[in-house]
């Protein structure tokens, strides 16, 4: 039985190496705390979420299972 809250690893190991659908998996599989994260007084701070998402595909393409 897979758990449904987690990002299979084929996933991240193409994510990590850069495929573009791939990463938006990974981006949608976050959107809702991306926008939790980014909402201020009751709204949602569209640089905030950017800055959010361009983090974490940096930290995607960063990320090394050698280390």
Do not use: C, W
């Not at 990590?16 to 701070?45: M, Q």
């Amino acid at each position: 039985m897979r758990n449904k809250k987690l990002i299979p690893f084929e996933v991240i190991e193409k994510a990590i190496v850069g495929e573009p659908e791939a990463i938006d998996t990974v981006l949608r599989h976050y959107a809702g705390r991306i926008k939790y994260l980014s909402t201020y007084r009751g709204h949602i701070n569209d640089d905030i979420q950017d800055r959010l998402k361009a983090q974490l595909i940096k930290a995607i393409l960063q990320f090394r299972f050698d280390r």
